[in-house]
């Protein structure tokens, strides 16, 4: 009778462990979450929600942007000069169109694909270096973080880049929809209403955007075969390339999106604040870097997934604004974006079906 009581409690006890390691993650943002909304005035405002994602598009995209290498089992440390690089370009781009006479639309949306075309630029030069000539990860997209660095000073010469027509600040700081009591629900455009008319702004345009490159990217990596084929490249290289997968033009495209998004991401911020910078996106990197990671991403490669790196970019965003909202000096987050993230890792690695 005691032995049989004893087996029963082992397949428990695996059974909450194995809970544990699925839901953990979310289970910590919520908690998060409700402890800000005591301790820090104002953050349980449902305009808090949107504070959080529109201040935190950058590091959404960048972390998605690692995700896709940290799962081939690299590193881009490239990506926040690329989107400053970006944001430099798109504005200078943008604006020149604009100058020459090209209508508001028109000079917004070729300068935008211009810029998407340049950004990936760089990330073909990465993927290229790691995939054909068997460069370190490390070593390749560190060196092209001081090449989009210095090509980004050369351009501004040390000012922000700027001239954005004022469309661009519409679409950047606007929201999809707008409800005006007596005037009804209002799409892109904010309505006309009498002054001290209170408008409700619902979703930023930019996490509009965000929302659906992450949709796409959700899509093409759990339900596709590239999607696939990145998991195996990360997996198990020889394996992969025994399996027939091309895992040279694998990598190099996901290095070329890593730089894609980094460049969108810049393109978001050149809008939000109608201007781009050279170190636009320098503070950005450690933290795209780390969402990956407390999303339970491997370094080694092989794992990771669009829906955790997410809860993992919302732990940091919601650090970071509650912490904000506390006046708690920004040095703070840093040390506590560390202890969650070696938190992260031992719960990965040693909870049931994680790898040790």
């Known amino acids: ?76 440390l490239s990506v926040g000069y690329v989107l400053g690089l970006a944001s430099i370009v798109g504005t200078k781009l943008i604006g020149a169109l604009a100058g020459a006479g090209a209508p508001p639309a028109a000079a917004l949306a070729l300068g935008a694909a211009l810029t998407l075309a340049v950004g990936i630029l760089p990330g073909l030069v990465n993927g290229w270096l790691v995939a054909y000539l068997d460069v370190p990860p490390f070593i390749a997209t560190f060196s092209m973080l001081g090449v989009c660095h210095g090509v980004s000073e050369l351009i501004i010469e040390g000012v922000y880049a700027m001239g954005l027509p004022p469309l661009a600040a519409e679409l950047g700081s606007g929201h999809l929809l707008y409800y005006a009591p007596g005037a009804g629900m209002s799409f892109l455009a904010r309505p006309e209403v009498e002054r001290g008319t209170e408008v409700w702004e619902i979703v930023p345009n930019v996490v509009v955007l965000a929302a659906v490159v992450i949709a796409v990217l959700w899509f093409a990596l759990s339900r596709t075969r590239f999607g696939r084929h990145v998991y195996a490249v990360g997996g198990n290289r020889d394996a992969a390339l025994r399996a027939g997968i091309p895992v040279r033009r694998r990598l190099l495209a996901v290095y070329a999106l890593s730089a894609g998004l980094a460049s969108l991401a810049g393109l978001a911020y050149a809008l939000k604040y109608v201007s781009g910078k050279a170190d636009a996106g320098a503070g950005s990197l450690l933290d795209s870097i780390a969402a990956v990671m407390i999303g339970g991403a491997s370094m080694f490669g092989g794992s990771g997934t669009v829906g955790r790196t997410v809860a993992g970019c919302l732990v940091i965003a919601v650090l970071e604004l509650g912490l904000r909202m506390r006046g708690t000096p920004t040095f703070d987050k840093y040390v506590l974006v560390g202890v969650i993230l070696v938190g992260a890792v031992v719960i990965e690695r040693w909870l049931p079906g994680k790898g040790r």
Not at 29 to 40: D, I, K, M, S, V
Not at 42 to 48: E, K, L, R
């Open 1 to 76: 009778m005691e032995a049989a009581g004893v087996a029963g409690v082992e397949p428990t006890r695996a059974r909450v462990l194995s809970l544990l390691a699925e839901r953990w993650l979310f289970a910590f943002l919520a908690l998060e979450t409700l402890y800000f909304c005591f301790a820090a005035e104002g953050f349980a405002n449902p305009n808090s929600l949107q504070i959080l994602l529109f201040y935190g598009v950058e590091i959404f995209l960048l972390a998605m942007a690692e995700l896709f290498v940290i799962v081939t089992g690299g590193i881009d």
